[in-house]
């Protein structure tokens, strides 16, 4: 049979079963927590250590690019690759990086234009003939 409970048992449960589900619940909520923000640091951790790398390759690329450039003939190679610098009698013909030159990109976009500019006079006439043909069906009827 089902054994009786003091009313001294039950007024300790009703006064430490509270504090224990928040002490439970306190614990959980702080692990929860913990975790996530370990999480978190964890992850930023790897964005911050990727860049740093990044940032180290950069600075070994710069700190190469500042020793080249103490070099007189570097420099004037240098300005005549990028900024089309000549030695007298000299001739300068960019390239992209896919080969073809500028003057033919230009080309390429002038032929584009005149491309889309066929297009669109088409579109023109084709509604002004749309327009003609119900302005005449209006006046048939």
Do not use: W
Not at 42 to 48: I, V
């Amino acid at each position: 049979m089902a054994k009786k409970v003091s009313k001294k048992a039950k007024r300790r449960l009703v006064i430490l079963g509270p504090i224990a589900v928040f002490i439970i619940g306190y614990c959980a909520f702080t692990l929860v927590t913990t975790t996530i923000n370990l999480y978190n640091l964890n992850r930023e951790e790897k964005e911050l250590t990727e860049k740093l790398t990044s940032l180290k390759s950069d600075a070994k690329s710069l700190k190469s690019e500042i020793n080249k450039l103490q070099d007189k003939e570097y420099i004037a190679r240098y300005a005549r690759e990028n900024y089309l610098y000549t030695k007298n009698g000299e001739y300068v013909i960019k390239l992209n990086d896919d080969g073809t030159t500028i003057k033919e990109v230009k080309a390429n976009y002038n032929e584009d234009y005149l491309i889309y500019g066929c297009i669109i006079i088409i579109v023109f006439v084709f509604l002004f003939i749309i327009r003609r043909h119900f302005k005449s069906l209006k006046k048939r009827k």
